[in-house]
Structure formats: C-alpha cells, structure tokens
C-alpha cells in the first residue's frame, strides 16, 4: 500500500526521502514524488519506480515523500503525492481513505481541484480554515471533517514543521539527534534510529527538526505518548549479498529460529485455558497459521475453537465478554484483521494478538500479545514470519522440542536439498494451474504452498484437503495439470497415495513432498515426533515458489497489485 516518509534536520532532506522511499518500496506503489520546503514548496512526482519518478533532486532540510498505490483516481502523475491547495502554499501526502468525499467536494467547489484524490481535497478543507486560523487550529478543524482513513504529512510555507496526523492508517514518529522523522513504517528511517513513538488514532502535531508535538484532535488536549526502541536493525533492510529479499528471508529461518522458539506465548496459553468462548482470526497467510491453531488446540488440548478470515469475521460472530479473540498479523496493521478486532472489542471480548511488530496498531489494543522475534520481514510473502507463526501454535498448544524444529528447518536449507527443490520449479515454470493438496494438518500447509506459488508466479493454484478432490476439483484433472501432494509417513500416508493414483490414472502430473523416497518427490525431513511434519514441509514449499518465480524471470520481492502491509479494508 501508499507509503509515508519525512524528514526535518539540518542535512538535505531530498536524499533521506528518496532513500527512506525506497525501503518502504516492498509495500507496493504506481506512483512516488518528494515535496521539498524552502522559501517556495517544490514538488518532484511521476508515476513508475523510485528511481524514474524522482530524478531532478531538490534542495531544502524539510521534506515530504510519498510512494503511492492508487486508490481514489488513476494512476497519474496528477493524482500522485504530494497533493497541493489551491496555491501551493501546502502540500500533503496521504496513506487511507477518505469517504465523505461528495461532501468535501461541494464544500470545496470554488477551489482549483486538479486531481482526482480524495487527497487533495484535505489540502484544500485546511486552506480554507487557514483563512481564519492558526495551523494547529485550522488542521484540527479540517480532522474533525474528514471520514474515513489517514495518516497524512502536511508541509506549509513559511513554517518550520511538518504537520502530521493520523486515524485508522499507522503513522510513526521517528526521533533523531536534531532531526526527526514521520514513517508509515519504521523501516522509513530505521537507517537513521531506532527511537520511535507509534502514534495513536487522532493524534494530530508537528515535529520540528528538535521536537515533537502530539495533540488529540477530539479533545484538543495535549496527547502525552511515551517513545519506544524498536529491536530492528538497518540490516533487515537491507539484501547484502542476496538478489532478492525473499530468498534472503528464507535462509534467515536458519539463525532466526532461536529468537522465534524464545517467544513468550505464557500469558496467552494461559488465556487460552481460562475463556469460554475462543475464536481465531488471520488473513492470508496468518490465517494460515490460524487454521494451524485451531487443529492443534483441539487436538493437543482438547481445547474448541472458531477459526475464521478476518474480512469475514463481524458478518458472522457475535463476541462478548468470554469471548477470547486471538488474531494473527505480522504486519499488526491488516486493516481486515484491525476491524474485526475492534469490532470484538467493543462487545467486550479479551484480545490476544500475535504479531512481529512490536507497537503496531493490534499490538497497541492487545490484552495478550505475543511477538513472532522473526526481525523485518520485507519480502511481500511472507515467508519467515509464517515459519514463527507455527513455532508459536506449537507452543500455545503442547510442549515444543526446540532442537528438534531447528535440526528440521536446518536439513531443509542444505545446499543440496534447496539444489533438489530448485530442479522441480522447472516442471512448475511453465504450468498454468497447480493444485496443492494434503490432507489433516499437512492441509494448512498446503494453503500456504499454494498462496505462495499464486502471489509471486502468478501461476493459478488451489489447495484442497486430498480426500476432497473426488467431490469436484477432480474434473479439473487432465494432462495438463500439476498436482503437488504433500506426503508425509504420518497418519495421513495411506489415503494420501490413494489421492495421488487418481490424479495419476488422469494423465496429470505430481510432485511429491515426502520424507519416503517415492516416484517424482522432494525428500523432507523426517522428525521424531509426526506432529512436526509441517516444519519439514514449509521450507521446500517457499523454494518451490521463489525458484518458479524465479525461472519465469519475475521480481518476487514486488509482485504485481500486491503490497506487503494491506491497510485498507
Ligand atoms: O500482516 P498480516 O499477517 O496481517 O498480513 C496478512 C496478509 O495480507 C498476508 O499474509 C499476505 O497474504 C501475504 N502476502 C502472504 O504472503
């Protein structure tokens, strides 16, 4: 989705915002452009890369950049950030949704409206309240307008500051020595500190090169918000010696395993004992790990369940005060798995929350969370967050050998396995439907093979429980079709080969995942206990489609019309 950078200090800001642009470059966008502040307001903007779009450099110390992903109105170079009122006396750029949009519109009808933003239309509402009052002022009253979604970067001529304000879209003020920064992620300026405040809905300030100040904008009163240090280092943005991100993130499962098994899920087991009522929610791949929650909890514990995606949650459940809701993100900022959280929390259910973002939006409305420790993820598949997402349903439901997962997850990322995995990517590369298929808590898994495959290769793909495939998919089958099976000696094994003749007296082609060594297979791990199988199966399933993705020459860390942190519903 849109990305949010700025600066304030005492260096040139244009470079800072390029460069903090392109590390939030992973969240996906058409369009990027800089508004630079010194006497005058200069903008830079265009539609395409970073590096297209931002040619001609711009001096001044305070500055505003933007990477956007469209929304309200094409993909322009008019409608890109920033956005301007009717004199370029202030430039804006927006993360979110504005609604009342009509409205804005008809109130603003005398204006010079040159794009089709919904954007543009706050830069116009806060000229008009500028008229008649101070800055501070004149925004709070433009908030108290506006519907919808923002997290917005405000410059105005002849002052000093940075204006931000924020409400359903996450914003981050990042504190240096004699500068500051604004953030939609911290990754924005994480090259330039670690010291960060996560604002909240409604704040609404400025920062000057020196100092923050955080209004709340219902209230007008002073918003006291405490600054935080986050554990990720430059590194984790950066790809050192790795082509791409995703497979950088993938190997990192090796050392970054520690960190996950460490994770400490004690108050959230114990929650999970203690309700009634618990009902498990993720999207994409984090629901996923959710559906991976709800068969261990039943199986290790005995322990019931609802399981459900997030989008679809409110239509659905009716959660109160014994209700235990356990949402999974990594980004913490899913606007899907944030609404149905809120949604819980105003009917008084207790939230746990299992994220990699310390400090993000469902971090901050948690009453359990518990923290993935898998470092920045910047790959748009999500690949070692899914890995530490496991490591905590394992432990939320039994004891967990340690060792045991780390020799598992060691065996897979052998040169020589990864070689093995790579050689089969071929038979996929040029396929136009794949079918992942296993049965019991291989199935989870399956989905995520399957995700993984369709959102970076393009290649269509389903997953379906394999004694499923008789009741419909099976017509599908022909020559023509790849099915990759996933084949573990587990209690699943019998019923599994079974599937596979039926797809294989069709003329179809599989691929096996199994740690015996049966016709066309990649071999597995083999662990102590079953129940760990999902552990050998993952990572040859994230190879398989980074080097599909691969061989069809795409760029797996930007995968088209797919942005890394989803925050609009
Ligand atoms: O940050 P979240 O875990 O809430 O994100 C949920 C999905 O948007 C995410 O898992 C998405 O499906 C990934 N691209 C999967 O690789």
Redesign the pocket.
Same mark, same amino acid.
């Given at each position: 989705m849109c990305g949010i950078c700025a600066y304030i200090g005492e260096k040139e800001a244009f470079p800072i915002l390029k460069e903090g642009l392109k590390r939030i470059e992973y969240r996906g966008y058409d369009s990027a452009g800089i508004a630079v502040l010194e006497k005058e307001i200069k903008v830079n903007k265009d539609v395409g890369k970073i590096e297209e779009a931002l040619k001609e450099e711009l001096e001044g110390k305070i500055g505003i950049a933007h990477t956007r992903w469209a929304t309200h109105g094409g993909v322009s170079k008019e409608n890109a950030h920033p956005q301007f009122d009717c004199f370029n006396n202030i430039a804006i750029v927006h993360n979110g949704v504005i609604e009342n949009v009509e409205e804005l519109r008809e109130k603003l009808r005398n204006h010079k409206i040159r794009s089709e933003t919904d954007t543009e239309l706050i830069a116009h509402l806060i000229e008009e309240e500028l008229k008649t009052k101070l800055p501070m002022e004149a925004i709070r009253s433009a908030l108290l307008e506006l519907k919808g979604s923002y997290a917005f970067a405000l410059l105005i001529k002849g002052e000093d500051k940075i204006y931000f304000a924020k409400k359903d879209s996450p914003l981050i003020v990042g504190i240096g020595k004699g500068e500051m920064f604004l953030g939609s992620d911290v990754a924005a300026f994480l090259k330039h500190t670690n010291d960060v405040i996560y604002l909240e809905d409604y704040d609404f300030g400025y920062i000057s090169k020196d100092r923050e100040a955080i209004f709340n904008a219902l209230s007008g009163k002073k918003a006291s918000r405490r600054a935080v240090k986050v554990s990720f280092s430059p590194e984790d943005v950066e790809k050192g010696e790795y082509e791409y991100f995703m497979l950088k993130e993938i190997e990192e499962q090796g050392y970054r395993i520690t960190d996950m098994l460490n994770s400490n899920t004690k108050d959230l087991e114990r929650a999970i004992e203690e309700f009634d009522r618990i009902h498990i929610i993720? #999207?994409? /791949?984090?629901?996923?790990?959710a559906r991976m929650l709800k068969y261990l909890l039943e199986r290790e514990k005995g322990i019931e369940s609802d399981v459900m995606i997030?989008s679809e949650y409110k239509f659905f459940k009716r959660p109160d005060k014994n209700t235990l809701v356990i949402?999974?993100?990594?980004?913490?900022?899913?606007a899907?798995?944030l609404k149905a959280v809120k949604f819980a929390k105003e009917r008084n259910a207790k939230i746990g929350v299992i994220?990699?973002?310390r400090g993000s939006s469902?971090d901050r409305i948690s009453d359990y969370s518990v923290y993935l420790n898998a470092g920045l993820e910047v790959?748009? #598949?999500? /690949?070692k967050?899914?890995l530490a997402?496991l490591v905590i349903t394992y432990k939320l439901s039994k004891r967990i050998d340690g060792e045991e997962i780390k020799r598992i997850i060691n065996y897979s990322l052998r040169e020589e396995n990864k070689q093995v995995v790579k050689k089969f990517s071929k038979e996929i590369a040029n396929k136009e439907h794949v079918f992942y298929l296993g049965r019991g808590l291989n199935f989870p898994l399956a989905m995520?093979g399957s995700?993984?495959l369709k959102?970076?290769t393009y290649i269509h793909s389903e997953a379906y429980p394999a004694g499923e495939l008789k009741h419909g998919p099976i017509s599908l089958i022909d020559e023509d079709s790849l099915a990759i099976f996933l084949v573990p000696k587990d209690e699943t094994y019998e019923k599994t080969l079974s599937n596979i003749q039926e797809v294989r007296a069709r003329g179809a082609k599989t691929i096996l995942l199994s740690d015996v060594a049966l016709d066309n297979s990649i071999n597995i791990a083999k662990p102590k206990d079953p129940l760990y199988y999902p552990f050998a199966e993952l990572i040859p399933l994230q190879l398989l489609a980074y080097y599909t993705a691969r061989e069809r020459g795409l760029d797996t860390d930007k995968?088209r019309n797919?942005?890394?942190?989803?925050t609009v519903e």
């Amino acid at each position: 989705m849109c990305g949010i950078c700025a600066y304030i200090g005492e260096k040139e800001a244009f470079p800072i915002l390029k460069e903090g642009l392109k590390r939030i470059e992973y969240r996906g966008y058409d369009s990027a452009g800089i508004a630079v502040l010194e006497k005058e307001i200069k903008v830079n903007k265009d539609v395409g890369k970073i590096e297209e779009a931002l040619k001609e450099e711009l001096e001044g110390k305070i500055g505003i950049a933007h990477t956007r992903w469209a929304t309200h109105g094409g993909v322009s170079k008019e409608n890109a950030h920033p956005q301007f009122d009717c004199f370029n006396n202030i430039a804006i750029v927006h993360n979110g949704v504005i609604e009342n949009v009509e409205e804005l519109r008809e109130k603003l009808r005398n204006h010079k409206i040159r794009s089709e933003t919904d954007t543009e239309l706050i830069a116009h509402l806060i000229e008009e309240e500028l008229k008649t009052k101070l800055p501070m002022e004149a925004i709070r009253s433009a908030l108290l307008e506006l519907k919808g979604s923002y997290a917005f970067a405000l410059l105005i001529k002849g002052e000093d500051k940075i204006y931000f304000a924020k409400k359903d879209s996450p914003l981050i003020v990042g504190i240096g020595k004699g500068e500051m920064f604004l953030g939609s992620d911290v990754a924005a300026f994480l090259k330039h500190t670690n010291d960060v405040i996560y604002l909240e809905d409604y704040d609404f300030g400025y920062i000057s090169k020196d100092r923050e100040a955080i209004f709340n904008a219902l209230s007008g009163k002073k918003a006291s918000r405490r600054a935080v240090k986050v554990s990720f280092s430059p590194e984790d943005v950066e790809k050192g010696e790795y082509e791409y991100f995703m497979l950088k993130e993938i190997e990192e499962q090796g050392y970054r395993i520690t960190d996950m098994l460490n994770s400490n899920t004690k108050d959230l087991e114990r929650a999970i004992e203690e309700f009634d009522r618990i009902h498990i929610i993720g #999207a994409g /791949t984090s629901y996923h790990a959710a559906r991976m929650l709800k068969y261990l909890l039943e199986r290790e514990k005995g322990i019931e369940s609802d399981v459900m995606i997030s989008s679809e949650y409110k239509f659905f459940k009716r959660p109160d005060k014994n209700t235990l809701v356990i949402a999974f993100s990594q980004s913490g900022e899913t606007a899907d798995t944030l609404k149905a959280v809120k949604f819980a929390k105003e009917r008084n259910a207790k939230i746990g929350v299992i994220t990699n973002i310390r400090g993000s939006s469902l971090d901050r409305i948690s009453d359990y969370s518990v923290y993935l420790n898998a470092g920045l993820e910047v790959g748009v #598949a999500a /690949t070692k967050t899914f890995l530490a997402q496991l490591v905590i349903t394992y432990k939320l439901s039994k004891r967990i050998d340690g060792e045991e997962i780390k020799r598992i997850i060691n065996y897979s990322l052998r040169e020589e396995n990864k070689q093995v995995v790579k050689k089969f990517s071929k038979e996929i590369a040029n396929k136009e439907h794949v079918f992942y298929l296993g049965r019991g808590l291989n199935f989870p898994l399956a989905m995520e093979g399957s995700l993984k495959l369709k959102e970076i290769t393009y290649i269509h793909s389903e997953a379906y429980p394999a004694g499923e495939l008789k009741h419909g998919p099976i017509s599908l089958i022909d020559e023509d079709s790849l099915a990759i099976f996933l084949v573990p000696k587990d209690e699943t094994y019998e019923k599994t080969l079974s599937n596979i003749q039926e797809v294989r007296a069709r003329g179809a082609k599989t691929i096996l995942l199994s740690d015996v060594a049966l016709d066309n297979s990649i071999n597995i791990a083999k662990p102590k206990d079953p129940l760990y199988y999902p552990f050998a199966e993952l990572i040859p399933l994230q190879l398989l489609a980074y080097y599909t993705a691969r061989e069809r020459g795409l760029d797996t860390d930007k995968p088209r019309n797919l942005a890394k942190s989803v925050t609009v519903e």
